[in-house]
């Protein structure tokens, strides 16, 4: 007897197609809860992670070992195995749960996590060697496929090279599987350290492999800064420029000092330890044009190289410095120094920050960190201008209502009388909408913040509060690179800082007592892109007794320098005659011809003079001034090295000069540079000669080098010291070689030429100069004697004082 044929219905067939998909569903979360990470602690039993990064990876296990992925973790040193081992076991059994999870909970889970670890000595090649075998043997056995591995360096910088030579030759992942390094700072100690040693870690890892970590981005409230931006777009995009924003600042403070750590800290001071990267990453989120998918990696490390690009460089007069006073004294003791000794590294910095861009040109940003402070806390505020005027008393003033009352938004870091990470929002400002992951926040009764009671604010605060570490871990397992430093910003950072710390660098710092004893010693001001202090101190120049002199006590000297008029002052000082001597000059020219033409160099010396002309001398004609260069390297106009490029950053953007009364010389054309059949000296000898009467500037900037050279006219060389030439192409024996020139006998037609001479640099060739005579083919400086005009030179006293 035939079975009749078995008749399926519609709806049996979904139904086993369902079945279908939910056991391919299965099978395919059982191949990934297969998928194993291997975490290996490098630097297991130092003080970051018995203090941080095991409690990181803990609450790492805890996200993330329930969503399809397995771990092991290898805490690894130089330690002896045994001793190793013990001290582990010793942080390990210090490791706490979330508060919400129940005490049997935490305990297996803990257990669990401890059966996972294990501690091994990583000393030599066989070591590393020895790691790859076991770990590929546990993926073997357990039959587990390998996601990815993660080294954390948690080592001296100086271990780097060594251990990554070891992973890159021996515990590298198999195909398809990843490998991430973690890097702890420092990175370097100035720009050419740190590009050494980029360069080394390239030579074994990519880009893409490597996450160093500034900790601060893991910060609640510094990880909210771009999403809270993203979310209030709309309130945020109106308000968020030069045109609302007073001033930006960003803030740590510390009660404790270098006690323990003076080692470290003599080495790197508060510049290199806080602002090059902790304070600077914040301005960077701050300040930078915001993408338009804040998630994207890419994206957003393209946008904060962009605030690099931006930055104003920084001159000495852009900070001020101090140190507590016990510092010298624990170095001596810490670090076996003689009893004279007396250190010049800073433990209090405040930087004056500006960014020239269109969103920020004008908006100071102050960048401020010290030890044994008055108080321990960390911020980043934004002050808006108020140009507000209210009718009614204070007393009717609403916080959510009166615009006279203050108007600011923070990003609490920590600490503090807040004593947590927040966002505060001025009620006059907006409400501000944040993630579900964050809280309305009541205070304690009573407490003011930056002038305000709290509830002149809308105060947000984490629901959960996390460490640095533990979000930076869980970005470094998901592979989020945003929250790390890339090799472009961090050589970029260093790029900026650089200059600075050199400049500083046999500064003596302001002292101070420490604590709430500091009073008003360590408060600022800032003008005219310079930062001092408020309070003058005296500064012992000379040991030796009775009171010390101050810098105001020497006055600006007028004297004699190869039979010509000599100013000297501290530089400072002398920057601010020499801006004064040329808006006199300008007034009068023009009050007498219409016009003034000056002719100023390139180079580093008058970088502070242009940024002063900018910003303090509102009654400069620069409508009816031409600006002429008096030489060019002959590279394109855009490029850094570009003398023009110098004069358009710190002078021609903040001043209003008819476009048309702006000269650069044609160093570039016909897509060639300094070509001599493209006749670019003179075509500008002829625009010269048509413009400025006689050929006669009316004034003429010149520097000093070290060789004696003036314009781009160099020792050895005869090229433009005598003849009929205007303008000439010299060689320069540095680079780039090839330079444009105004010539001596042109120079020397000026009405006026001052020379400016600045630094210790400038000491040597000042005395050697002030014996010679007429000797322009040996020193070019020399042959600077103007026809019927006059010379004077303006020497700071550390290029005088020879």
């Known amino acids: ?176 599987a990843w490998l991430r390094v973690v890097l702890e700072k420092p990175f370097g100690h100035d720009h050419f350290s740190a590009q050494q040693l980029a360069t080394e870690l390239g030579s074994f890892f990519q880009e893409e492999e490597m996450y160093r970590v500034d900790h601060y981005l893991g910060k609640q409230a510094v990880a909210q800064i771009l999403p809270f931006r993203d979310q209030n777009r709309k309130a945020l995009d109106g308000l968020w420029n030069r045109h609302h924003v007073e001033r930006v600042e960003i803030i740590m403070k510390e009660t404790v000092d270098a006690e323990g750590r003076t080692s470290f800290y003599e080495e790197y001071g508060v510049i290199r330890d806080v602002l090059q990267n902790h304070l600077t990453e914040v301005l960077t989120l701050v300040a930078m044009e915001l993408p338009l998918n804040v998630s994207s990696a890419e994206a957003v490390l ?95 003033w609403a916080a959510a209502q009166s615009q006279c009352l203050p108007r600011q938004l923070i990003f609490h870091i920590g600490h503090g009388d807040l004593g947590s990470p927040a966002v505060l929002v001025s009620r006059n400002l907006f409400r501000p909408s944040l993630p579900s992951s964050w809280k309305e926040m009541e205070g304690p009764p009573g407490l003011r913040l930056f002038g305000s009671p709290l509830s002149d604010y809308y105060a947000y605060s984490p629901v959960q509060e996390r460490d640095a570490h533990s979000v930076l871990l869980s970005h470094i397992f998901h592979g989020r690179k945003d929250s790390f430093i890339t090799t472009e910003n961090l050589l970029a950072s260093w790029g900026f800082w650089t200059p600075l710390l050199e400049s500083l660098a046999h500064k003596a710092p302001r002292l101070y007592p420490g604590g709430a ?49 000599l ?84 002078l021609l953007q903040h001043v209003r000069v008819p476009y048309y009364n702006i000269h650069p010389m044609p160093v570039h054309l016909q897509q060639r540079l300094c070509a001599e059949e493209d006749q670019g000296a003179q075509i500008y000898a002829r625009e010269i000669s048509a413009l400025v009467a006689n050929s006669s500037f009316d004034l003429v900037l010149l520097g000093m080098g070290a060789d004696g050279h003036t314009a781009s006219l160099f020792p050895q060389s005869p090229t433009g010291l005598d003849g009929e030439q205007l303008v000439v192409l010299t060689t320069s024996p540095s680079q780039p070689h090839r330079r444009m020139s105004l010539s001596l006998p042109l120079i020397n037609r000026a009405k006026k030429v001052a020379v400016l001479v600045m630094g210790r640099m400038k000491r040597e060739i000042t005395a050697l100069v002030s014996r010679v005579g007429y000797e322009p083919k040996k020193w070019p400086i020399s042959g600077v004697l103007p026809h019927s005009g006059q010379l004077v030179w303006y020497m700071d006293y550390d290029a005088f004082l020879a």
């Not at 033409?597 to 009654?619: D, I, K, N, W």
Request: charged share 20%.
């Open 1 to 176: 007897m035939l079975a009749e044929p078995f008749n399926w219905h519609p709806g049996m067939w979904k139904m086993l197609v369902v079945v279908m998909c939910v056991a391919l569903l299965g099978c395919l979360q059982a191949q990934e809860l297969q998928e194993h990470v291997s975490i290996i602690l490098l630097g297991a039993t130092g003080d970051l992670a018995k203090k941080y990064l095991w409690q990181g990876l803990f609450q790492l296990y805890l996200d993330e070992a329930g969503r399809g992925h397995s771990f092991s973790f290898h805490g690894a040193a130089l330690t002896a195995p045994k001793q190793g081992q013990e001290l582990m076991a010793k942080t390990l059994e210090s490791l706490s749960c979330p508060k919400d999870m129940a005490p049997s909970h935490c305990a297996e889970e803990k257990d669990q996590f401890l059966q996972l670890s294990r501690y091994r000595q990583l000393k030599t090649a066989e070591d590393y060697q020895a790691l790859n075998k076991d770990i590929e043997a546990q993926l073997q056995h357990a039959g587990l496929r390998e996601a990815g591995r993660i080294f954390y360096f948690s080592v001296p910088p100086f271990a780097y090279a060594d251990i990554a030579r070891n992973i890159n030759s021996s515990c590298r992942p198999g195909p398809g």
């Open 302 to 396: 393209r946008h904060k190289l962009q605030v690099f690009q931006a930055l104003r460089g920084l001159q000495r007069g852009s900070a001020v410095v101090g140190q507590y006073q016990s510092y010298s004294e624990q170095v001596r003791r810490e670090l076996q120094k003689p009893d004279s000794f007396h250190s010049l590294t800073p433990t209090f910095a405040a930087v004056l920050v500006h960014i020239d861009n269109l969103r920020w040109e004008g908006v100071p940003f102050i960048l401020m960190s010290g030890k044994a402070l008055d108080e321990r806390v960390g911020y980043a505020r934004i002050l808006f201008k108020n140009q507000a005027c209210c009718v009614q008393s204070e007393k009717h």
């Open 517 to 565: 004893e500091n009073g008003r010693l360590l408060d600022f001001e800032f003008s005219s892109g310079r930062l001092f202090f408020s309070q003058q101190q005296p500064e012992q120049l000379v040991p030796g007794p009775g009171p010390a002199p101050m810098p105001s006590d020497f006055q600006v000297l007028r004297a004699k320098y190869r039979e010509s008029p």
């Open 567 to 650: 100013i000297s002052a501290w530089s400072e000082e002398l920057i601010s005659k020499l801006a004064n001597d040329i808006e006199a000059t300008a007034v009068r020219a023009v009050r007498r011809f219409g016009q003034f033409h000056l002719a100023l160099s390139g180079g580093s010396s008058p970088v502070a003079l242009f940024q002063q002309l900018a910003t303090a001398h509102y009654g400069f004609p620069w409508a009816h001034t031409h600006l002429w260069l008096v030489d060019e390297r002959c590279v394109p106009l855009s490029d850094p090295e570009s003398n023009f490029q110098g004069l358009q950053a710190h």
